[in-house]
């Protein structure tokens, strides 16, 4: 945990550190872990991306909305290099806790720290849980033919690797799931799965597609926890969701992408209220309702909230929207 981190389980200090940010696009933030300016990509005549500046404040719960196509997945690609902006080389500029991104490719930024959960393809399914979670471990010295000479080590290692992915299997209430295929997963537990296995590289940001995609009512809350969990620990959340009941409760700092430009930052009451994200956002959704974070409230009957999620992301399974979509 870093000096900023410290205290941040605490809804006061965080509110207290916001409280002077600009509540404006591109703000400046105290202590921001990621830092993005020009970045642009287009596809065809499309511009999918169009960003001047954007921070992201560290040890928070950071959200990125905005309608279907605004750009948000392409964002996320682009940061963690698994795309190029179509502004490389003509002033993109992006960092991550000080380190500068711009030509990285997508396992090196893993390794620096930002890491992102990947849904549920095909062949990962076919996979045991525990296999997937051993997929995201960092540093697999196994792979270098000279540490295979000296077997031991490895060994030694790939224990150590083993405990540490049961050990948050455990967390994630899915050890005794550990030798079952990942595809026989329910939606919920695909995703505890997702942020598990991605937690496995120690990561200081993680990062959120749609965390609430195609979870059943059981699961909300207990995914819920453990993404405000993971803050309280000091790492720092950046997420995607649709789900407007789910930002306003566990948000921080929500940011506000329209095709493919930030147009809205604030805290989730102020941005929601802000005329030109319900232009811009609810434009696209007039029957969106933006959500009542009474509803997620401890104790509170989730029936209503969890209902919206389940029936929002219906019958699309993790995995379809996935491959239809990402590389
Ligand atoms: P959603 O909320 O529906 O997931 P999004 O905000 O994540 O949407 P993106 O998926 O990033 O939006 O898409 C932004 C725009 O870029 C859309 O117009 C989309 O059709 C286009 N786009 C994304 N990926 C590609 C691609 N590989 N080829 C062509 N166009 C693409």
Redesign the pocket.
Known sequence: MSETTVGMADPAVRRQLMADVAQEPGSAKPDSILSVDNIT?R??G?T??DVNHLEVQRGMITALI????????????LITGFDKPSSAGKGAHWSFDGATLDKTGASAVAKSGMVRTFQLTKALSRMTVMDNMLLGAKDQRGESLLRCMFRPIWSGQEREVEEKAAGLLERFKLLEKKDDYAGSLSGGQRKLLEMARALMSDPKMIML??PMAGVNPALTQSLLGHIQALRDEGTTVLF?E?DMHVVQHISDWVVV?AE?QIVAEGPADTVMANPAVIDAYLGAHHDTDLGDDDLLDEGADLGPVSETVSDEQGSQSPES?DEG???
Do not use: L, Q, S, Y
């Open positions: 990509r596809f065809g499309i999918a991306v905005g309608p279907n196509g605004a750009g948000k997945t392409t964002f996320f690609n597609d749609e995607v649709h992408m493919g929207h979509k990402h590389a």
